[in-house]
Antibody, heavy 119, light 108 residues
Framework: QVQLVQSGAEVKKPGASVKVSCKTS????????IHWVRQAPGQGLEYMGW????????KFVQRFQGRVTMTRDTSISTAYMDLSRLKSDDTAVYYC????????????WGQGTLVTVSS | EIVLTQSPGTLSLSPGERATLSCRAS???????LAWYQQKPGQAPRLLIY???RRATGIPDRFSGSVSGTDFTLTISRLEPEDFAVYYC?????????FGQGTKVEIK
């Protein structure tokens, strides 16, 4: 079955960077986009952007431009999301999710990775 | 970017009742590309409906979606105990994709 398994929780200091991984299985990794969505504690969902694992092309929401990098390693069917210059309000659960094309529904989702930014 | 406004914020209902959740877009959503997700505490969101009215694989037929202009609706015909959760709409027809703020369906 299709699975997206994310890396474990992280605690970072303000100004640091974090890299979250999303290991996929059960389908052809390069045939589907990977999106990243985050959710601050007790809040709603916030869309961040996507990567096309086939081409490596990426697109981010404007507010994350310059701070986020999305990459992939096709040899191990894994996508990565790097967020730099962390601030306390970056504390959130970060999810990866799959879609067949860039503009499509997200299904399924990874289990989420809690990133805590605290001094 | 398109702003999605969900209402009500909280819906208090009893099992067996009908739930009607609204998601209003600030402008037309291209091709009615809108999805609904269910999220339970401590879990990732789960896709229920996509393209406004298509049920995702394995989703019971008590869940249905509809659209009229920029107004999207998720209906749960008869609430089961496992349906009490938070529901989010998301549009993906216009870049960037955006989510509504969520509607919590709680037990009355």
């Amino acid at each position: 079955q299709v699975q997206l398994v994310q890396s474990g929780a992280e605690v970072k200091k303000p100004g640091a960077s974090v890299k979250v991984s999303c290991k996929t299985s059960g389908y052809t990794f390069t045939g589907f986009y990977i999106h990243w969505v985050r959710q601050a504690p007790g809040q709603g969902l916030e869309y961040m952007g996507w990567i096309n694992p086939h081409s490596g092309d990426t697109k981010f929401v404007q507010r994350f431009q310059g701070r986020v990098t999305m990459t992939r390693d096709t040899s191990i069917s894994t996508a990565y999301m790097d967020l730099s210059r962390l601030k306390s309000d970056d504390t959130a659960v970060y999810y990866c999710a799959r879609s067949p094309i860039a503009a499509a529904e997200l299904d399924p989702w990874g289990q989420g990775t809690l990133v805590t930014v605290s001094s | 970017e398109i702003v999605l406004t969900q209402s009500p914020g909280t819906l208090s209902l009893s099992p067996g009742e009908r739930a009607t959740l609204s998601c209003r877009a600030s402008q037309s959503v291209s091709l009615n590309y809108l999805a609904w997700y269910q999220q339970k505490p401590g879990q990732a969101p789960r896709l229920l409906i996509y393209d406004a009215s298509r049920r995702a694989t394995g989703i019971p037929d008590r869940f249905s979606g509809s659209v009229s202009g920029t107004d999207f609706t998720l209906t749960i015909s008869r609430l089961e105990p496992e349906d009490f959760a938070v529901y989010y709409c998301q549009q993906y027809g216009n870049s960037p994709a955006t989510f509504g703020q969520g509607t919590k369906v709680e037990i009355k």
